[in-house]
């Protein structure tokens, strides 16, 4: 597509709910992130994917966080068990690749509230 | 580890006024450098970016910044700010041929008409 895009843009979940947060990335991107935005604070890493493998799992907070990505496209975020201190945006951006002379491009972030 | 500190969180200028956005990094290594900006309403867009060569890297919308590797500074500068520049600007840092990019907290900037 023409841009990064993430669904839903906004999900309101009970305490100990499950969620999927959904990115399609660029077509063609071979790189694709995920990031976590809390309020009054920086873009946090969470996951990162090359194709479909993530070389780089060091950056999900818990074993609730996992992540897949499947036919080198689309990305799965699933929180399992959600907590209040898991409410954020979550932000998926796609790149041509690792270490390229582009930036990311980002979407527009799923703003996932835990109540 | 890598870090990103952008020393002011809240800016708020009069428009016409020149703006100068800090942001230092720690990494012993080479970097790529970057700054992004968020508008009200928007998603993260790339503002400018520096890789290699000329450490003075020009972006759009009349922004600048400058690499100064001895300071592991990549300071946000322009001119003469317009109300349309309002929003929420973060630097970022990635080691070269890295492929996670860290990003400082953001700075928001409020010019005023």
């Known amino acids: 597509g023409a841009g990064v895009s993430q669904s839903p843009s906004n999900k309101v979940t009970e305490k100990g709910k499950d969620v999927e947060l959904r990115c399609d990335p660029i077509?063609?991107?071979?790189?694709l992130y995920w990031y976590r935005q809390s309020l009054g604070q920086g873009l946090e890493f969470l996951i990162y994917?090359?194709?479909?493998?993530?070389?780089?799992k060091s950056g999900l907070p818990s074993d609730r966080f996992s992540a897949e990505r499947t036919g080198g496209s689309v990305s799965t975020l699933t929180i399992q068990r959600t907590q209040q201190e898991d409410s954020a945006v979550y932000l998926c951006?796609?790149?041509?690749?690792?270490?390229?002379?582009?930036?990311?491009?980002f979407g527009s972030g799923t703003r996932l509230t835990v109540v | 580890a890598q870090s990103v500190s952008q020393h002011n969180h809240h800016v708020i200028l009069s428009e016409a006024a020149s703006l100068e956005l800090g942001c230092n990094y720690s990494?012993?290594?080479?970097?790529?450098l970057f700054w992004y900006v968020q508008y009200p309403g928007q998603h993260l867009q790339l503002l400018l970016k520096?890789?290699?060569?000329?450490?003075l890297v020009k972006g759009i919308k009349g922004f600048e910044a400058e690499f100064i590797k001895s300071k592991f500074s990549f300071n946000l500068r322009k001119p003469s700010v317009q109300w349309s520049d309002t929003a929420e600007y973060f630097c970022?840092?990635?080691?070269?041929?890295?492929?996670?990019?860290?990003f400082g907290a953001g700075t928001r900037l409020f010019v005023k008409a």
């Open positions: 970022a840092v990635r080691n070269t041929g890295g492929f996670k990019t860290i």
């Open positions: 994917f090359q194709g479909n493998s993530a070389p780089d």
């Open positions: 077509s063609g991107h071979t790189a």
């Open positions: 520096y890789f290699s060569g000329d450490p």
């Open positions: 951006a796609s790149s041509q690749g690792p270490g390229t002379g582009n930036g990311y491009t």
């Open positions: 990494y012993g290594g080479t970097v790529n």
